[in-house]
């Protein structure tokens, strides 16, 4: 019981990281399998998001990630389905280092969804005795060390969003941003696109308008060429992909090698 809880140490490992302008690489986790999560920690990678936005990931699956990272240091994030109390602290009580909140617009949105990652006089996420406090036997120290260890993640993926973004980026709980290019070019009309027209600039206006913050920003890349430009144009947080997603890339790429026509195309 004198050990310091293991989340304490992830977390602080990756702040270390984005404290330093250094890259911390990760990978988006769309599958139930906990053994992507062990693969991604022996590889060394630096965090993983566990994504309940989209897809059926459910808490027993965050459950089985948390686990699986242990003994490592990959801090494990999950993307909620909403901005929501009961998916947040669910999320949190069942080992989540962290939240990357979908779909944040305006800076009052921003301090509404930081209520439920803390607790009081921060927040008002309520205590419980589930596996984030060892059911119990490590719940004072968590408690008292939760409002400083937990990542608290707003993405900014709308137009109205970027609109608002000096807004959102005063908010003194965010530990960073993420970005969303895909959502953030349907609502400036270009639904289907990656990067739809002024998407490109305006990812990068809000990378350099959080850095004069001091506030790191995070984003998907979908190669290792724009893996190693994002971590060039100074991105705190790269994914490198999703799991399923690499998958569907490395098996593509080899059946084509191999000169079978395949139509494969994974946007992550």
């Known amino acids: 019981m004198n050990e310091p809880r293991r989340s304490r140490q992830v977390n602080e490992a990756l702040r270390a990281k984005l404290a330093a302008n250094e890259t911390a ?82 800076g009052d949105e921003v301090r509404a969804v930081s209520q439920h990652v803390y607790y009081p006089p921060l927040g008002r996420r309520g205590i419980g005795g589930e596996r984030s406090v060892t059911w119990g036997l490590d719940l004072t120290r968590y408690v008292r060390g939760a409002n400083q260890d937990l990542l608290f993640v707003p993405m900014i993926e709308t137009q109205t969003a970027y609109d608002n973004l000096d807004d959102i980026l005063s908010v003194s709980e965010i530990d960073a941003v993420f ?11 270009a639904v289907g696109e990656w990067e739809g027209p002024g998407v490109a600039e305006i990812n990068l206006d809000i990378l350099a308008r959080a850095r004069e913050r001091g506030i790191s920003a ?24 999703s799991d399923l997603g690499l998958m569907i890339r490395q098996i593509g790429s080899m059946t084509s090698a191999l000169g079978r026509d395949n139509l494969v195309h994974s946007w992550f």
Not at 222 to 227: F, I, L, N, Q, V
């Open 25 to 106: 690489y990760g990978l988006w986790v769309t599958s139930e399998a906990s053994a992507v999560t062990e693969i991604a920690g022996a590889l060394g990678l630096d965090w993983i998001c566990v994504d309940m936005e989209h897809g059926y990931l459910d808490y027993r699956a965050i459950q089985g990630h948390v686990t699986a990272a242990r003994g490592t240091d990959l801090t494990v994030l999950v993307r909620p389905p909403s901005q929501e109390l009961e998916p947040i602290k669910r999320a949190l009580d069942v080992g989540a280092h962290g939240v990357i909140v979908p779909l944040v617009n305006t």
């Open 179 to 189: 970005l969303g290019p895909a959502d953030m070019s349907a609502s400036r009309g």
């Open 218 to 241: 995070g984003i998907v890349a979908r190669s290792t060429y724009e893996a190693i430009a994002r971590r060039d144009q100074g991105f705190g947080m790269v994914s490198l992909g």
